[in-house]
């Protein structure tokens, strides 16, 4: 009773990431096919939001996925100590951690 069979926080996490993932690639795609759009201004903004949206989502997502995976590595390497569940608010704070480093 103490596995949780899914973690729907973290799950909003990975799915937000891959929204803000697809929402890049969107962007990039948008200014690389539209002619008009490559002037310079627009150029400079659809890059610069390009290359913070790729690494927050990739962080978001392969965050989420480390620090679920970490939660079963506690529970199963000491299963044996009563108590040991990693809370939800610990796990959002290690990703936060993560973003903030990236």
């Not at 929402?23 to 690389?32: A, N, P």
């Not at 400079?44 to 939660?71: D, E, M, N, V, Y």
């Not at 009563?82 to 704070?93: H, K, Q, R, T, V």
Request: aromatic share 14%.
């Amino acid at each position: 009773h103490s596995l949780k069979a899914s973690s729907p926080k973290l799950n909003n996490l990975i799915y937000i990431g891959c929204y803000i993932l697809i929402c890049g690639i969107l962007l990039f795609e948008i200014h690389q096919a539209i002619p008009e759009l490559s002037d310079e201004v627009t150029g400079i903004c659809c890059q610069a939001f390009w290359g913070w949206l790729i690494p927050i989502s990739a962080t978001l997502i392969l965050g989420a996925i480390a620090a679920r995976t970490w939660r079963l590595y506690r529970l199963f390497t000491h299963w044996f100590k009563p108590g040991n569940l990693i809370s939800d608010p610990i796990l959002f704070a290690f990703v936060v951690f993560l973003l903030i480093c990236d």
